[in-house]
């Protein structure tokens, strides 16, 4: 009796699993989820998620948006860590957005930088924490506030998890994740326009 029970159980929990994985399956082919662009290249995926996320920082990047990605972007980290500056207003002449930008401590991968406020963006995507990269980054922001730079941040761009960093202090750096902070960033930024809005530029 005991051995039925016990294989009706089994039964019932391999049904529950296969029930699951044809779930999965069907969220799989309706979202594309194991479709990676940047796998399917070949390509080295942070060098290119660098080089977007570059673009729709630059007020003068080719998205024509000047400084929407730019201000919501530094809104959402002031909103989320009460440390970060926000210091950019209306005005955003003489922002540069750079990559790898040899500093003397090291090329961060990303660089906002304005004459008020600079902010280095690590973009870890297939490495782990360099021990000691973190570190030497903060060491040149502070530099950068002895220069009359007023204000200064750091970020910690991981995939999926917002990693919690050892080399430096809580304070002196903001933890974000591309599954939640980024794909958050850039819902609220994209505009939902009606299709008459569109027509004119077709003309």
Known sequence: MRENTDAEHLGDVLDRFRSVKRRIAVHGKRNATAFNIFEVLQLRPERFHSA?????????????????????????????????????????????????????????????????????????????????????????????????????????????????VTSVEEDECLCISYKDDIARWLSTTVVDRRETELIPAFD
Request: hydrophobic residues 35%; contains cysteine.
């Open 52 to 164: 977007v996320l570059r673009e729709l920082l630059d007020p003068r990047g080719s998205h024509g948006q000047e400084g929407m990605f730019l201000k919501a972007f530094v809104a959402q980290c002031q909103q989320d860590c009460k440390f970060f500056p926000r210091p950019i207003g209306n005005n955003l002449d003489g922002i540069r957005v750079l990559s790898e930008v040899p500093t003397g401590l090291g090329r961060p991968d990303l660089l906002v930088q304005g004459k008020h406020f600079a902010l280095v963006i690590e973009n870890k995507i297939d490495a782990p924490e360099d021990p000691d990269q973190l570190r030497r980054y903060r060491r040149w922001l502070e530099g950068q506030r002895e220069r009359h730079t007023d204000k200064i941040a750091l970020v910690y761009l991981r995939p999926s998890e917002k990693a919690r």
